[in-house]
């Protein structure tokens, strides 16, 4: 059964990058058609898509954070990834890793983010 | 970018009553490109729907969806305990794929 897993810092300072990887576990990571996707959820607020990635490497951001972010592939390990740089506190959110390229089958349970010094 | 806004904020209702929700589009959504998920507290989103009316794999069917355009529906013909959640549709017909406000739908 297809699982997802966030992993990364809890607590982040401002201007820093944040780094944060997705292992995906039981099911193959290089199926055709499966894209591999980030969305995040300030307290309180509403979802934002950041990114999605096949395992080519491919990817599709978000233009409202595109200059900032970077996601990459891990084949052999089985993971994806996400970097976000010079974060400010509105970046403070719930980062969830998820399957889709339109939309999302299957979420992790999410790993909170918060920036502040 | 395509704004969805969702209404009601708040819907409170009983177990056993249908519930309503409803989702506008700031543009047409193409090819009723619309998702809608459920997220309870705590929990990551499960997607519920999908193409604006397909259930996704394992949703009841007391969940269904319909609409088109810029006008979309989520209904629940009878509230069981487990669906007083948040809901949230989800359009992916342009990038980027952006998310309603959400509607709860908690109980009377």
């Known amino acids: 059964q297809l699982q997802l897993q966030e992993s990364g810092p809890g607590l982040v300072k401002p201007s820093e990058t944040l780094s944060l990887t997705c292992s995906v576990s039981g099911h193959s990571f290089t199926c055709s058609g499966c894209y591999w996707g980030w969305i995040r959820q300030p307290p309180g607020k509403e979802l934002e898509w950041i990114g999605t990635i096949y395992h080519t490497g491919r990817t599709y951001y978000n233009p409202s954070l595109e200059s900032r972010v970077l996601m990459s592939v891990n084949p052999s390990e089985n993971h994806f990834s996400l970097k976000l740089r010079s974060l400010t506190a509105t970046d403070t959110a719930m980062y969830y890793c998820?399957?889709?390229?339109?939309?999302?089958?299957?979420w992790g349970r999410g790993t909170l983010v918060t920036v502040s010094s | 970018e395509i704004v969805l806004t969702q209404s009601p904020g708040t819907l409170s209702l009983s177990p056993g009553e249908r519930a309503t929700l409803s989702c506008r589009a700031s543009q047409s959504v193409t090819h009723s490109y619309l998702a809608w998920y459920q997220q309870k507290p705590g929990q990551a989103p499960r997607l519920l729907i999908y193409?604006?009316?397909s259930r996704a794999t394992g949703i009841p069917d007391r969940f269904s969806g319909s609409g088109s355009g810029t006008d979309f529906t989520l209904t629940i013909s009878r509230l069981e305990p487990e669906d007083f959640a948040v809901y949230y549709c989800?359009?992916?017909?342009?990038?980027?794929?952006?998310f309603g406000q959400g509607t709860k739908v908690e109980i009377k």
């Open positions: 989800q359009q992916y017909s342009t990038s980027p794929r952006t």
């Open positions: 193409g604006a009316s």
């Open positions: 998820a399957l889709g390229l339109w939309y999302f089958n299957l």
